[in-house]
């Protein structure tokens, strides 16, 4: 029989947190006139869900399909609600997770409180952007995969959607499929490792994450020429080895050697793709249709120099964890606190017009609220909470990855990539590291729980005994 969550009055503690961190977000709602709206990401995906074709640059189509859902509504207020309830219900998920993992009551609200109440994670919710939807679906991917001790065939289908879904609206989470399939072939489940249930978990899985992904690519083809999800990845890669690149060391061909640097010195990787300076943006035309040239030049840039490559990452991603938040790059300023002010939409752009007119008539610059605005200013989230703690969580999530693989391992090394991918693909920026910290929180609650109870028959207490061998009417052991 499988076991249940405990009863209502066992989640008082969580319901009480939910209520603090619903409170917040009706407090944000109030507080800001408007939804978030950023030049020129957010007009991007607008563009997009009203024209319903692939950007052939950075973003890929996941998130504007969600917008094109909302899009009879005209209101990006009402996009930015929604993400509320999201952020919301991703909390709950990472509760019902943990508890159903033999966490206690306080322990599992524990690991919600950072995605409830973090600032950082609010502000995003509050945006046209599409984080709040990754963090969502990466997070349901992770319940439906641990949610057994057996991963059924229809939870692994389900599971690679939500995956496919997440790598739609962002390309970096693609290889979390690829992460969630080591883990469904290569678990060890005691009485329950049977090859045949793992292979054909992991082939639900990989199936029904691949085809939406190639499904993409051929629609992406058709206007773009092109067999991918983004046309982006070489221009952003290429940006990375900018940091780095010595073509002394490099020696590329002659059609590569136009992307070399050019003396341009700036204090962030991706500032390149952007700066008019920097050699790609001096070759003819956008700079985007140069994106196989700069893809194979940053490969051979790896391949000659990959200490260097690992140098740059690996203290790119350190700024992960300082305890108090640095700029990158320099002209930003990272901040978990809710601020006032107002933030108007750039003038004289075109595609501005252009979405106010085909997707909300209301579109504006957002502002602070009074008195509103003053009591969130109030609401204090120290940065090493946000930073540092998320060091501790790790190293907690990796020390459980070792000594309990068979529960914390999964999360642990979807928070790695979350936090790693980012920074070596492109860049670090404080924003792409908010989707690591959920499932951060879930492997390290997993890596100091307490071993869940045993019952007679060596099963352990929290576990669907789906396998279990039947006693027969004479007494013995069926399978």
Known sequence: MAPTLAGPRDHGLFGCVLALAAALRVLVMLGYDTARLYWYDSFTYLDTAVRLRPQGAFHPAGYSWFLWALRPFQSVELVAGVQHAMGL??????????????????????????????????????????????IFLVVAALLVLMWRREVSTRAAAVAGLLLALAGLTRTATV????????????????????????WRATLALVVAGALPLAAYAGWYAQHHGRFALSGSDGVALWARTMTFADCSIIRPPAD??????????????????????????????????????????????????????????????????TWEPVAHPKRMSPTTAFQRGSW????????????????????????????????????????????????????????????????????????????????????????????????????????????????????????????????????????
């Open 89 to 134: 219900a991703v909390g709950v998920m990472i509760y019902l997770l943990l508890r159903r993992r033999s966490l206690p009551a306080w322990g599992a609200a524990l690991a919600a409180v950072p995605v409830l109440f973090d600032p950082a994670f609010v502000r995003l919710e509050r945006a046209v952007l599409s984080d709040t939807q990754v």
């Open 256 to 321: 590569q050697a136009a992307l070399c640097p050019n003396g341009t010195v700036l204090d962030a990787a991706s500032e390149y793709v952007w700066d008019p300076r920097a050699s790609l943006n001096r070759l003819p035309g956008d700079r985007f249709t140069h994106n196989d040239l700069a893809r194979a030049f940053a490969l051979r840039a790896i391949a000659a120099q990959p200490l260097d490559y690992l140098r740059e990452v690996v203290r790119d991603t350190s700024l992960a964890f």
């Open 175 to 198: 290889p979390l499929l690829g992460l969630a399939a080591l883990y469904l072939l290569l678990r060890r489940t005691g009485w329950q490792a049977r090859w045949q249930v793992r």
């Open 344 to 479: 108007p939409l750039p003038s004289g752009q075109p595609l501005v017009d252009q979405v106010r007119k085909e997707y909300d008539p209301d579109i504006r610059g957002m502002r602070s609220v009074e008195p509103f605005a003053s009591i969130l200013a109030a609401y204090s989230y120290p940065w090493f909470l946000h930073g540092t703690l998320f060091g501790v969580l790790l190293l907690a999530g990796g020390a459980g990855a070792v000594l309990r693989p068979r529960t914390a391992l999964l999360p642990w090394s979807f928070a790695v990539f979350l936090l790693v991918a980012p920074v070596a693909a492109l860049d670090f920026d404080h924003r792409y590291v908010l989707p690591a910290i959920p499932v951060a929180c879930v492997a390290a609650a997993l890596a100091v729980r307490r071993p869940a109870p045993r019952r007679s028959g060596g099963y352990p207490r929290g576990y669907d005994h789906v396998a279990r061998p039947r006693a027969s009417a004479n007494g013995s052991r069926a399978s």
